[in-house]
């Protein structure tokens, strides 16, 4: 395969158009249809009963919490909720679909006409929702043998039906049009914040390892519309999906590939395929999966066997009463209230340390404090360790009471540090580690006195420098004076004392 | 025990009655029956061959303990101790269930039909699975992959379909109680031609669950019966609301047998019956319109006020009701794929084939020509571009046909028709010509289409042929209780006039018991 265009001439010739398709698994306790448990990890078909294995004779029942949480999901996205809707059948064969049609729903979706609000490096991108609707997982398939660890080729294949029926949210975005060269940026930070969003209204994992999140990405080209041009109607190029794109990055990495293949394909006069396409986390590409035909009709209709989804107006509202602040509101609210500039706010959620800076907060600390013995004290100690800060042992709890040892003159932040070793080793309180390590603050006139004394007598040079008004120069004589009581010293006394004893 | 105890020939209402008064055992009833099916119903080639799987053993055991029940005076429900049958399509735990097709043959399923488990929890013995044209396509069970069903009347015409087992073993006395399933007529078209009463509840009536669906949204499992006041019995026992089916009606069920029984003393007066203009008169065969006409003045008679009544989308429910089902149908029937369960072949000449190529050779080799037909039909009315000109349109037409019950229900209370145009056919005479096959229906298919529920009784013997005629009563959705009273009436008067049951008069089944061996010994 030839080079690829640069990113940069790509986007010199074409305009991006995107398509975002994210599928949410739900948390539910039991399956959208049956009432087999969801739990992760069981034994291979060790949940399944005979409506989510499709035996014969077995009928779905729609699972309340699954409406629920999609009504959630949808009234967090900005969308329409349905006052009457229909599950449909999705049919075509496949050995990990247990009826060979995946419970779905086509034209009435539960939720409709929303949008989110993404922030990309300080700006808002405003995703439009097309729709979020309900629909079951299918199983899970593993291809042995073979190369490529798909169906063709494999000598056998293993299905765990365990994953049948569980519960999906598919939220697809409208077309993302006039992202230009941060089409890629916009695709991760709409993933991600959808992701946040989800994990705050507590309706799913939101593990993308685990595929509890799934984002297929759609993508096209189109001619570069001429400089000046009025917008007219938009023409998007023939698009590629590619499935299962499992973390963020990859989102980023995914469309920013594609968007050079198909710059590729279309500078050299050819055709792309509109087809589905298979991402590459290790090397960093897609390959080609099924082409999509007019071979592919799913044939839809409406599923008989349950009966029209009709919440209530009532409930709608009683279910928007319990959205919980959005994440990112939430965060440009404490921001203000704990007084962070953009950019330490920025710091602190990309440590991931923003929970616990605000539950230190509001255990009693100052903010600043907080932040900086997140960002900086702790954030080191789990990066040398290598775990994230919030795994690293040390609770908001026992930040605050640091703070409070520090801010009530017990210990200064150097002895801190030393307090938070304690903590690690796990020697006990903040206050018990003080005491056995004998780390308070020594501010008893007599022991400090003396010690000035003999600082400056060793240093007659900077004791005249002090005295002919060099103030400054008190600094090396306090250092001298904090090294002697090995940092157990109130600097701010010893301060006073070199002062005074040479006014 | 003789096949020809006099027990055979009772109602379930009187055996019942029996079993409490101590006159009989369950055991003894059971027997009697398995006897008799062993008697009469001999096999694909002779005999009435009303069952595919007989339970000899699990009937008896029930049956034993039922007894213990009785004994203790604790029975689980009025009919505990009468046996039944069970049409295939029913999931029972461990009996085979095959729907009639080859592509389930030795399938037993792991669970039982909402309506069968009612069945046990009531203390019926179940005394096999019987005969229907496969996965209940058809409407005289020759497409049955195990062999047709013979009329009792006339072994060599067709007992109706799809559920043409469970009204022949009811008509030859194999079983005084069977349960079918009636997607656009497949218990009142073999009620009709077996001199049965069999009928078809309300939509959502009775719970669907485990049953193999055909079309979700027209099945219907119902009674099928020598009485109106056994089929009465029969649906309050199986009847009522599961959280299984939440298309099930969550109501509690009508006192059915109350209306039967009320019927039976023969008041009609203040009922307005609708005669419907568009189900009687061309491509009905004279003899059933004979019948149909005399009930008719016999409601008259019993005080009832008569009018005609007219339904003009009817003519369009046959055509209607041939997109719906195929829809429902070819997207239902796509589980069998030989994966997890069922018939699997393997393509010949394929050194490794693929799951595509297994499912192809299965599907392929067990799924009979009347199945593959309406998988075809479906899976191209249901395709891109025809979704709306058909499915859509099928829909619309469904609702016109709706509106028609409810114009006529605002000015009748029931309305009437003869159940079938003709009286039983011979066997094979219209298996080359889906198209005449289907017309059987086209009394039967708007109730499934709107929901609303019906009744086919017997009403008397053709006189050019000397068969059973059938009479459908159709009421207004959840008004049930209305078939069984006016039915219970009409019966009475029939009766009365017969000097006792229309079965009675069966030339046929005297000779069916040497039928069946001769037939065996061939
Ligand atoms: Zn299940």
């Known amino acids: 395969m030839s080079a690829l265009p640069s990113f940069d001439e790509v986007l010199a010739s074409y305009d991006p158009a995107m398509g975002l398709e994210v599928h949410v698994e739900l948390n539910t306790n039991s399956k959208m249809f049956c009432g087999c448990p969801t739990a992760f990890g069981a ?144 695709a991760k930070a709409y993933v991600a914040a959808l992701r946040e969003l989800i994990v705050a209204l507590g309706v799913s994992d939101a593990r993308m390892d ?76 897609t390959t080609s999966g099924r082409e999509k035909s007019d071979a592919e009709d799913y044939r839809y209709f409406p599923e008989p066997d349950l009966v029209p989804v009709a919440p209530s107006r009532e409930w709608v509202e009683e279910l928007r009463g319990t959205l919980p602040e959005l994440p990112w509101v939430r965060r440009a609210r404490l921001q203000a209230e704990w007084g962070f500039s953009d950019l330490e706010m920025r710091d602190t959620v990309g440590a991931g340390a923003f929970d616990l800076v605000e539950q230190t907060i509001a255990e009693g600390s100052a903010p600043q404090a907080a932040r900086k013995w ?24 026992q930040v605050a009471a640091v703070q409070r040892l520090v801010e009530g003159g017990t210990i200064n932040d150097k002895l801190a540090r030393q307090v938070f070793d304690g903590l690690l080793a796990g020697e006990g309180t903040p206050e018990e580690i003080v005491a056995a390590r004998g780390l308070e603050i020594v501010s008893d006139d007599g022991a400090l006195s003396a010690a000035v004394d003999k600082a400056i007598a060793e240093n007659p040079d900077i004791a005249d420098k002090i005295r002919d008004g060099k103030v400054a120069a008190a600094g090396a004589l306090i250092g001298a004076v904090m090294k002697e009581m090995r940092g157990q010293a109130d600097a701010g006394r010893v301060r006073e004392l070199v002062l005074e004893k040479l006014a | 025990m003789s096949t020809q105890s006099a027990w055979l020939t009772k109602s379930a209402a009187e055996l019942a009655a029996a079993l409490a008064a101590g006159e009989v055992t369950s055991v003894e009833l059971t027997q009697a029956h398995l006897d008799r099916i062993a008697a009469v119903d001999g096999n694909a080639e002779a005999g009435v061959h009303a069952f595919l799987h007989v339970d000899t053993e699990g009937a008896l055991a029930e049956a034993a303990a039922s007894d213990a029940r009785r ?102 006395y194999e079983a005084p109680l069977a349960l079918g399933t009636d997607t656009g007529g497949s218990i009142r078209q073999p009620g009709a031609v077996t001199g049965t009463v069999g009928v078809k509840p309300t939509y959502g009536a009775l719970s669907r669950y485990g049953l193999v669906a055909m079309a979700n949204s027209l099945d219907q499992v119902g009674p099928v019966t020598r009485t109106v006041l056994d089929a009465a019995l029969l649906h309050e026992l199986v009847g009522g609301h599961d959280p299984l089916d939440s298309t099930s009606i969550d109501a ?37 319109l004979a019948r149909f006409n005399e009930a008719v003045e016999l409601l008259v008679g019993a005080g009832a006020e008569v009018v005609e009544v007219s339904c003009p989308s009817f003519v369009h429910a046959l055509a209607t009701y041939y997109l719906v089902m195929p829809c429902e149908a070819s997207s239902n029937l796509a589980k069998f794929d030989a994966m997890r369960y069922g018939l699997r072949v393997l393509p010949e000449g394929v050194d490794a084939p693929s799951a595509e190529e297994v499912m ?28 709306d000109a058909y499915y859509g349109q099928a829909q619309k037409v469904r609702t016109l046909i709706s509106r ?118 061939r």
């Open chain 2, 252 to 288: 509690p069920v009508p006192a059915l047998a109350a209306a039967a029984r009320e019927g039976a003393l023969g008041d009609l007066s203040g009922l307005k019956v609708g005669v419907i203009q568009e189900l009687a008169g061309e491509g009905y065969q004279p003899g059933v």
């Open chain 1, 374 to 397: 997140w960002l900086t004290e702790l954030a080191r100690r789990a990066n040398e360790t290598g775990v994230d800060v919030a795994e690293l042992g040390v609770s908001p709890a």
């Open chain 1, 210 to 285: 685990q595929g509890s999140i799934r984002a297929d990405v759609n993508l096209s080209l189109a001619p570069k519309a001429p400089a000046g041009s009025t917008a007219g109607e938009v023409v998007l190029g023939t698009r590629s999906e590619t499935k299962n794109v499992n973390s963020l990055r990859s989102v980023e990495r995914a469309v920013r590939y594609e968007m050079q293949r198909h710059a590729s394909v279309l500078d050299a006069g050819g055709k792309v395929l509109q087809e589905t396409r298979h991402w590459h986390e290790d090397t960093g590409v």
């Open chain 1, 43 to 186: 034994e291979p078909n060790t949940q399944v009963c005979p409506t989510c294995l499709g035996l014969p004779g077995a009928m779905p029942v729609v699972n309340a919490k699954g409406v629920e949480a999609a009504i959630r999901i949808g009234l967090a996205l900005n969308c329409e909720i349905a006052e009457w809707c229909r599950f449909a059948r999705k049919n075509y064969f496949y050995p990990d679909m247990p009826k060979n049609f995946q419970t779905s729903q086509y034209d009435e979706p539960i939720a409709f006409e929303g949008y989110l609000d993404v922030d990309v490096d300080g700006d808002t991108f405003r995703v439009e929702i097309e729709r979020a609707h309900m629909e079951e997982d299918t199983g899970k398939a593993t291809h042995v043998g073979g190369a490529t660890g798909r169906i063709q080729g494999a000598d056998y294949s293993l299905i765990d039906y365990n994953r049948a029926g569980i519960p999906l949210i598919e939220i697809v975005t409208k077309p993302i049009l006039g992202a230009g060269e941060r089409a890629p940026e916009v």
């Open chain 2, 404 to 521: 028609d019950f409810e114009a006529a229900f605002a000015s009748v209370d029931v309305l009437v028709s003869p159940t079938a145009p003709t009286t039983a056919f011979k066997l094979g005479e219209k298996l080359d010509d889906p198209l005449a096959m289907y017309l059987n229906d086209l009394a039967t298919i708007p109730a499934n289409l709107a929901g609303v529920p019906g009744m086919s009784l017997p009403a008397g013997l053709a006189d050019e042929d000397g068969l059973p005629v059938g009479f459908q009563i159709l009421a207004p959705a959840t008004e049930d209780a209305r078939l069984y009273r006016v039915g219970g009436a009409l019966e009475a008067l029939l009766e009365k006039k017969w000097g006792g049951p229309l079965l009675a008069q069966n030339p046929t089944l005297a000779s069916l018991e040497s039928a069946a061996t001769e037939g065996a010994a």
């Open chain 2, 360 to 387: 192809r050779a299965s599907r392929d080799a067990g799924f009979g020509d009347e199945v593959k037909r309406r998988i075809i039909l479906g899976t191209y009315a249901l395709s891109s571009g025809y979704y």
């Open chain 2, 71 to 172: 004994a203790a005076g604790e029975p689980l429900s009025e009919l505990d101790g009468v046996p039944v049958a069970v049409k295939d399509v029913l999931t029972t735990t461990g009996l085979p269930t095959t729907c009639g097709s080859k592509i389930l043959e030795g399938w037993v399923p792991p669970y039982d039909a909402t309506v069968v488990r009612k069945l046990k929890a009531a203390g019926l013995p179940i005394l096999g699975k019987t005969n229907m044209d496969e996965f209940a396509m058809g409407s005289s069970t020759e497409h049955s992959a195990y062999g047709p069903t013979r009329n009792p009347w006339a072994l060599d015409r067709i007992p109706g379909g799809s559920g043409g087992g469970s009204a022949a073993a009811v008509a030859a």
